[in-house]
């Protein structure tokens, strides 16, 4: 019976080995060519060259962005630098036109407005990322300060009870428990405030 059952697993075993190969040794190849008819085959040629296209300047698109991510604290600093600069030599030319006298109202009234800056994925997901730490930092706090409260009201509580213990098991000379010393814990718990 036991060597039956050993063979029809080890069967199992070798099966299931032999259909992994297969699933590895197996291509996936789309061929559009082939699978068409012929009036139609332009058509879904033209549509994989675009996805092909698309493709690719998603790739760009990515890798440009990457770059910007690695450079962007340098721009960010030229850039706070050069704005009010900027600002200061546009309000001149405006002040100096006398055709632009609206626009040079409305230069006085606003201040120099810095515009806020599109936010990458990887500026959100670390942004993300820093917030979900800080209230991680925040709760292992408040869980790290109740365990604490929670070890000194469990070591008051060993205290008194052991004091208690200590109290209550002295024994009279003959060997017998002294029942004056329970009575008199008795009237302390029923003198004693009440919680």
Do not use: C, W
Not at 49 to 75: A, I, M, V
Not at 123 to 152: G, M
């Amino acid at each position: 019976g036991f060597a039956f059952k050993r063979k029809e697993k080890i069967k199992h075993e070798y099966y299931k080995l032999l259909q992994k190969e297969r699933k590895k040794t197996q291509t996936f190849s789309v061929q559009f060519e082939e699978k068409y008819p012929e009036h139609l085959r332009h058509l879904y040629q033209a549509e994989r060259n675009r996805l092909d296209e698309e493709e690719q300047e998603n790739r760009k698109k990515r890798s440009t962005g990457r770059e910007g991510e690695e450079r962007e604290p340098e721009d960010e600093r030229n850039s706070v630098s050069s704005i009010p600069e900027k600002n200061v030599s546009n309000t001149q030319t405006i002040a100096s036109n006398p055709s632009n006298e609206a626009a040079q109202s409305e230069s006085s009234k606003t201040p120099f407005i810095q515009k806020k800056q599109k936010k990458t994925f990887y500026q959100k997901t670390k942004q993300e990322y820093e917030r979900i730490k800080e209230e991680r930092a925040r709760n292992r706090e408040v869980f790290l300060k109740d365990k604490a409260e929670r070890e000194e009201a469990l070591k008051k509580y060993k205290e008194k009870k052991r004091e208690t213990y200590q109290f209550l098991k002295k024994k009279t000379k003959k060997g017998q428990p002294n029942l004056n010393l329970q009575m008199e814990l008795l009237l302390q718990k029923i003198q004693a405030p009440h919680k």
